[in-house]
Nanobody, 124 residues
């Protein structure tokens, strides 16, 4: 059974940092694009960042410089370091993996495996 499980969410204050982790099990995602998405209250799910097996990273422009995505292919894990958090970063954060290995997928529909999500709340 394939599973992705996120951890590291919580309630923080503006300017704080959080590090989210995603652990995959049930199969190897060594060659799979992986990504972090978020869904703010009342809004659609959106890409935060994606990372290819090679380490190539793609970020949403508005988050560049504050968020850093990384992965450990040997351990089947992925992390998202979030610095300088703002209230507008409040959302449920999801990790995802895709079977589309020839390009960097950026839309939720291009990802096949999802974790249950972890809540990040940033207070002002």
């Amino acid at each position: 059974q394939v599973q992705l499980v996120e951890s590291g969410g919580g309630l923080v204050q503006t300017g704080d940092s959080l590090r989210l982790s995603c652990v995959a099990s049930g199969r190897t995602f060594r060659t799979s694009p992986m990504g972090w998405f978020r869904q703010p209250p009342g809004k659609e799910r959106e890409l935060v960042a994606a990372i290819m097996w090679s380490g190539y990273r793609r970020y949403v422009d508005s988050l560049k410089g504050r968020f850093t995505i990384s992965r450990d292919n040997a351990k089947n894990t992925m992390t998202l370091q979030m610095n300088g958090l703002k209230p507008e970063d409040t959302a449920v954060y999801y990790c995802a993996a895709s079977s589309r290995t020839s390009y960097t997928p950026t839309n939720p529909g291009e990802y096949d495996y999802w974790g249950p999500g972890t809540q990040v709340t940033v207070s002002s």
